[in-house]
C-alpha cells in the first residue's frame, strides 16, 4: 500500500545540508526531485488500476507541493513552457492504492483528475463545484511533532473525500544570494521565512472553492519553482505547516484548526533521527540548527499559535483517540454542506 509518509522520509536529498553538514548522496536529486519520483511511480498505478487501462478505476486522494520532485520538474524545464504551469502528479497517500482499487465507477471523475491533477474518489458534485467552499483544516506544530503522519491518518480515514494537502513549505520565500551563499546563517523557522500575503491569497481562493495554483519550492536551490500543483474540485483542504496558525487571515479561512502537540525532547530526537537518515543531515548539523534558529522560533512564534487550536492533538498520530474523533466531525461538517445543497438545489427546482 502506498505510504505518504514514506515520501517525507525518503526526501533525504531535497534539503541543501547545512555547514558541518555531510554532502548529500547524490546532490542532483532534492526534497522536491524525490517527491516527484514517488508521485510518477504513484500516478503509473494509478493509471494501471484506472478504467481507462483496467478494468478497475478512479481514485482517491491528496496532493501536496510538498511532496513534488524536481527530478520531474528538471525534466519538464526543459519542455514546452507552456506546459510548465500544468499540474504534476498528485501525492498518493498511504491509504490510496486501497481506495483506488475500491473506487471503480466513477470515469468522469478520472477525466477531472486529468484536468486538475487531483484524484477523486467520489463522485464531482456536478455543476456546483465553482459554488462549492471547501472544508480547510489546519494544522500547526513544531518541527517532527507529526503533523505529516496526522495528516496521513485522517485522509486514511476519509476514504471517500476528495482530499488535498498543501503545506506551507510550498510558500517559502525565495532566498536572496547573500543568503544563498550563507544558508546555515538562514532561519527557515522564522515566520519572515515565508510568503503569506502569496499564502493567504491561495488559501482564500481555494475556500472560495477556485482553482488555484499552489507555488512548488526547491530545498536545494531555496527557491521557488515555476511548476505548480494546481488544485481545485477538492471536498477537504489540509494546510500543514510549523506556522501554519500563525497568519490571522489564514487562521479566519480555517473550519478546524488543530495543532499538533509533541514533548519537545521527542521532537528533537525524531527531528534527528529523521534528518540524519533521511535528509542528509549530519547530527552536528542537525543539533547547531535546532539550538539557533529551531528551537529559539518554535519557542517565540510556534508555541504561542497554539492559544488558536480548537482541537491540540497530544502525542501526535499515536493518538488515535482523537484523530478518530477529529475525522468524525470533518464527516459531520461535509455532511452538513451536502445537506444544505441538496436543500438550495430543491429550491431552486421548486421555483422552476
Ligand atoms: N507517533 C509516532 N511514533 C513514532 N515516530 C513518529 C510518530 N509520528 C511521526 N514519527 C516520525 O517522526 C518524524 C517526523 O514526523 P512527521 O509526521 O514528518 O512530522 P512533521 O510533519 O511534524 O515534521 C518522521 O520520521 C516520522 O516517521
Ligand atoms: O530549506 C529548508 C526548509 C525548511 N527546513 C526545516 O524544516 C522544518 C519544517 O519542516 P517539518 O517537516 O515541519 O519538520 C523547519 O523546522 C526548518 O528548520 C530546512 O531545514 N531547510
Same mark, same amino acid.
Given at each position: ?79 514546452? $513552457? ?22 471503480? $465507477? ?31 483544516? +489546519? ?27 498543501? +503545506? ?138 497554539? $492559544? ?31 445537506? $444544505? ?12
Amino acid at each position: 500500500m502506498y505510504n505518504a509518509l514514506k515520501f517525507k522520509r525518503q526526501q533525504k536529498q531535497q534539503y541543501q545540508p547545512l555547514e558541518n553538514d555531510q554532502p548529500l548522496d547524490n546532490p542532483e536529486e532534492h526534497r522536491g526531485a524525490i517527491c516527484l519520483k514517488i508521485l510518477e511511480k504513484a500516478k503509473s498505478s494509478i493509471s494501471s488500476l484506472s478504467p481507462k487501462s483496467s478494468s478497475s478505476s478512479s481514485s482517491s486522494v491528496s496532493t501536496s507541493p510538498k511532496f513534488k520532485n524536481n527530478n520531474n520538474i528538471n525534466n519538464n524545464q526543459d519542455k514546452d $513552457k507552456d506546459n510548465r504551469d500544468r499540474d504534476k502528479s498528485p501525492l498518493i497517500n498511504r491509504g490510496q492504492q486501497q481506495q483506488i482499487q475500491n473506487a471503480s $465507477k466513477f470515469k468522469e471523475e478520472e477525466e477531472e483528475v486529468e484536468d486538475s491533477n487531483v484524484i477523486l474518489n467520489r463522485q464531482p458534485q456536478s455543476t456546483d463545484r465553482k459554488m462549492k467552499e471547501m472544508l480547510m483544516i +489546519c494544522i500547526a506544530g513544531g518541527t517532527a511533532s507529526g503533523k505529516t503522519t496526522v495528516c496521513e491518518e485522517i485522509i486514511k480515514r476519509l476514504e471517500n473525500q476528495r482530499v488535498a494537502v498543501i +503545506c506551507l513549505d510550498s510558500f517559502y520565500r525565495p532566498l536572496a544570494h547573500e543568503d544563498l551563499e550563507n544558508v546555515a546563517s538562514y532561519n527557515f523557522d522564522h515566520p519572515d521565512a515565508f510568503d503569506w500575503e502569496y499564502a493567504q491569497k491561495a488559501i482564500k481562493e481555494l475556500k472560495s472553492g477556485n482553482k488555484f495554483h499552489i507555488p512548488t519550492y526547491c530545498f536545494k536551490t531555496h527557491t521557488r519553482l515555476q511548476e505548480t500543483v494546481a488544485i481545485n474540485g477538492i471536498d477537504v483542504i489540509i494546510f500543514e505547516g510549523i506556522l501554519s496558525l500563525y497568519s490571522q487571515g489564514i487562521r479566519d479561512q480555517m473550519d478546524i484548526k488543530i495543532f499538533v502537540d509533541t514533548d519537545s525532547d521527542t521532537r528533537l530526537s525524531r527531528r534527528v533521527m529523521r534528518d540524519i537518515a533521511e535528509r542528509g543531515r549530519s547530527l552536528e548539523g542537525v543539533l547547531h540548527q535546532y539550538e539557533k534558529f529551531v528551537k529559539p522560533s518554535f519557542d517565540e512564534y510556534i508555541l504561542p499559535t497554539k $492559544k488558536y487550536a480548537d482541537v491540540i492533538i497530544p502525542r501526535g498520530a499515536d493518538n488515535v483517540v482523537a484523530i478518530d474523533l477529529i475525522v468524525q466531525h470533518i464527516r459531520s461538517k461535509l455532511n452538513e454542506q451536502d445537506a $444544505k445543497k441538496l436543500n438550495a438545489n430543491d429550491k431552486v427546482m421548486e421555483n422552476d
